[in-house]
């Protein structure tokens, strides 16, 4: 019986109804208006599946013509030529989707997708400070990386890289005195930088460093301009034996002088 | 902190479970917990517009949703989302005109179309099937049920929770009847069902 209501040519379902509702008319008793309404439960739930038995022609929506519907918005290119296969010929824009997107965000509620803004943190390498003339260094890739949050690590590699630069100006000192054995150098010669005052006092600072460790000495020559040569050995021993002759020595250079 | 911890969560728009709320941000605070929470929802709600949903009470987890109405929502947004977000409302649109659940055959059927096919890279999408049964599925944008009793088994696609609470069935109507040049009125049960 269930299969005949549910059968789409089939108007049982209308004539049960039919039927029941001339019967309601005769109702006095109340069991009779419950059975009545049990038949209409009954009734209404047999029609809504077949309801959706019939699919589309009940809701009047047409895939197709939606799908072709969205094509346009999608921007298509028809062509003139009809194709064999089911798809309608027509060619699709890259930004085909992102059309249907932009409308489509419409409709939506979305969170927008968080981003940051800024990214962590680098920092650069330590400058590569400028190499005095005869003296090639391979280690530049030595330079370490700093990580800002590491500042412990930050002074870690800042002491080393001054202790690198005092014994690579030893090692310059000693090689040019190895060429002239006698001749002392010009402490400016040495330690000015023509190009840069900022280097200049740096490399004071580390010609200080030698001396302080009795690396090398400053004495004043004839005409009283001083001259640094690097110690020998000997003399390093012994003159650290010795009360030590330590004398400081303020030096002022102003940006005017070194011009 | 858990305002931020959810914001960032959000991105993949997967919902956030309480158990990864607890490990990640309250550590200490577990007793606090509901208390946090509604801070958490406060904030996120005066001072970005966003509300927090409780998607799944059994499991407890949440999505973000924005309480703006939605033309006023203009934000920039990337192509890939964008892409996507189309093919969704496609399908969405395609699941509700039929009556809220349609065969995997006849959505695949029908997206075929659009060029989209299962099992075929697309230029766009990729792995499409993949992106519509898995991505929008943990993304509770899709729902889809094994149907009993089929063999080859055969699925039934429905709008998952957060395409309810995301966009309506007006809302679709309405996109629907936009594409189409029509007065959404012109289906009249479907508009039935989306303005009761």
Same mark, same amino acid.
């Given at each position: 019986?269930?299969?005949?209501?549910?059968?789409?040519?089939?108007?049982?379902?209308?004539?049960?109804?039919?039927?029941?509702?001339?019967?309601?008319?005769?109702?006095?008793?109340?069991?009779?208006?419950?059975?009545?309404?049990?038949?209409?439960?009954?009734?209404?739930?047999?029609?809504?599946?077949?309801?959706?038995?019939?699919?589309?022609?009940?809701?009047?929506?047409?895939?197709?013509?939606?799908?072709?519907?969205?094509?346009? +918005?999608?921007?298509?290119?028809?062509?003139?030529?009809?194709?064999?296969?089911?798809?309608?010929?027509?060619?699709?824009?890259?930004?085909?989707?992102?059309?249907?997107?932009?409308?489509?965000?419409?409709?939506?509620?979305?969170?927008?997708?968080?981003?940051?803004? +800024?990214?962590?943190?680098?920092?650069?390498?330590?400058?590569?400070?400028?190499?005095?003339?005869?003296?090639?260094?391979?280690?530049?890739?030595?330079?370490?990386?700093?990580?800002?949050?590491?500042?412990?690590?930050?002074?870690?590699?800042?002491?080393?890289?001054?202790?690198?630069?005092?014994?690579?100006?030893?090692?310059?000192?000693?090689?040019?005195?190895?060429?002239?054995?006698?001749?002392?150098?010009?402490?400016?010669?040495?330690?000015?930088?023509?190009?840069?005052?900022?280097?200049?006092?740096?490399?004071?600072?580390?010609?200080?460093?030698?001396?302080?460790?009795?690396?090398?000495?400053?004495?004043?020559?004839?005409?009283?301009?001083?001259?640094?040569?690097?110690?020998?050995?000997?003399?390093?021993?012994?003159?650290?034996?010795?009360?030590?002759?330590?004398?400081?020595?303020?030096?002022?250079?102003?940006?005017?002088?070194?011009? | 902190? +858990?305002?931020?911890?959810?914001?960032?969560?959000?991105?993949?728009?997967?919902?956030?479970?309480?158990?990864?709320?607890?490990?990640?941000?309250?550590?200490?605070?577990?007793?606090?917990?509901?208390?946090?929470?509604?801070?958490?929802?406060?904030?996120?709600?005066?001072?970005?517009?966003?509300?927090?949903?409780?998607?799944?009470?059994?499991?407890?987890?949440?999505?973000?949703?924005?309480?703006?109405?939605?033309?006023?929502?203009?934000?920039?947004?990337?192509?890939?989302?964008?892409?996507?977000?189309?093919?969704?409302?496609?399908?969405?649109?395609?699941?509700?005109?039929?009556?809220?659940?349609?065969?995997?055959?006849?959505?695949?059927?029908?997206?075929?179309?659009?060029?989209?096919?299962?099992?075929?890279?697309?230029?766009?999408?990729?792995?499409?099937?993949?992106?519509?049964?898995?991505?929008?599925?943990?993304?509770?944008?899709?729902?889809?049920?094994?149907?009993?009793?089929?063999?080859?088994?055969?699925?039934?696609?429905?709008?998952?929770?957060?395409?309810?609470?995301?966009?309506?069935?007006?809302?679709?109507?309405?996109?629907?009847?936009?594409?189409?040049?029509?007065?959404?009125?012109?289906?009249?049960?479907?508009?039935?069902?989306?303005?009761?």
């Amino acid at each position: 019986n269930r299969e005949e209501i549910l059968s789409s040519k089939s108007n049982r379902l209308t004539e049960a109804l039919e039927e029941a509702n001339k019967l309601f008319e005769k109702v006095c008793r109340a069991r009779e208006a419950a059975l009545d309404a049990q038949f209409l439960v009954l009734a209404s739930n047999l029609g809504k599946e077949k309801a959706n038995e019939l699919h589309s022609e009940m809701t009047s929506f047409d895939s197709a013509t939606f799908a072709e519907d969205l094509l346009t +918005l999608m921007g298509i290119n028809r062509t003139e030529i009809e194709e064999n296969d089911s798809e309608p010929g027509g060619f699709l824009p890259r930004d085909a989707w992102q059309k249907v997107g932009e409308e489509a965000l419409k409709y939506f509620r979305r969170a927008p997708t968080f981003h940051y803004m +800024l990214g962590s943190f680098k920092s650069d390498p330590p400058e590569a400070k400028q190499r005095i003339e005869r003296q090639k260094k391979a280690s530049r890739g030595e330079a370490k990386q700093i990580m800002p949050a590491q500042l412990k690590k930050m002074e870690e590699s800042h002491e080393e890289a001054t202790e690198k630069e005092v014994e690579r100006i030893l090692g310059i000192l000693q090689t040019l005195f190895e060429n002239d054995p006698d001749t002392p150098i010009s402490f400016f010669d040495f330690v000015i930088d023509p190009n840069s005052f900022a280097r200049t006092v740096e490399n004071m600072f580390h010609v200080s460093f030698l001396i302080r460790d009795g690396l090398a000495e400053i004495r004043l020559d004839d005409d009283k301009l001083p001259i640094i040569e690097p110690t020998k050995s000997r003399k390093g021993v012994e003159e650290n034996q010795g009360p030590g002759a330590r004398k400081q020595v303020v030096m002022s250079l102003t940006q005017e002088e070194w011009k | 902190e +858990l305002v931020q911890f959810l914001l960032v969560k959000d991105q993949k728009k997967i919902p956030i479970k309480k158990a990864d709320m607890l490990k990640n941000v309250m550590g200490e605070y577990r007793e606090a917990y509901t208390e946090i929470v509604s801070q958490a929802g406060r904030i996120l709600q005066e001072a970005f517009g966003l509300q927090l949903v409780e998607i799944d009470p059994k499991l407890h987890s949440y999505i973000l949703i924005s309480s703006l109405p939605c033309a006023e929502s203009n934000h920039p947004c990337r192509a890939k989302e964008k892409e996507k977000m189309g093919l969704l409302i496609v399908i969405l649109s395609f699941i509700f005109m039929k009556g809220n659940t349609v065969k995997d055959n006849a959505l695949w059927e029908f997206l075929r179309w659009l060029r989209v096919h299962p099992g075929e890279q697309h230029e766009i999408f990729g792995d499409v099937q993949k992106l519509v049964t898995e991505e929008f599925v943990r993304q509770k944008y899709l729902k889809i049920t094994p149907i009993p009793l089929l063999d080859p088994p055969q699925f039934s696609y429905q709008w998952g929770p957060r395409a309810a609470l995301e966009t309506s069935k007006e809302d679709i109507l309405n996109f629907v009847a936009k594409v189409q040049g029509k007065n959404p009125k012109f289906w009249t049960s479907q508009h039935h069902e989306a303005t009761a």
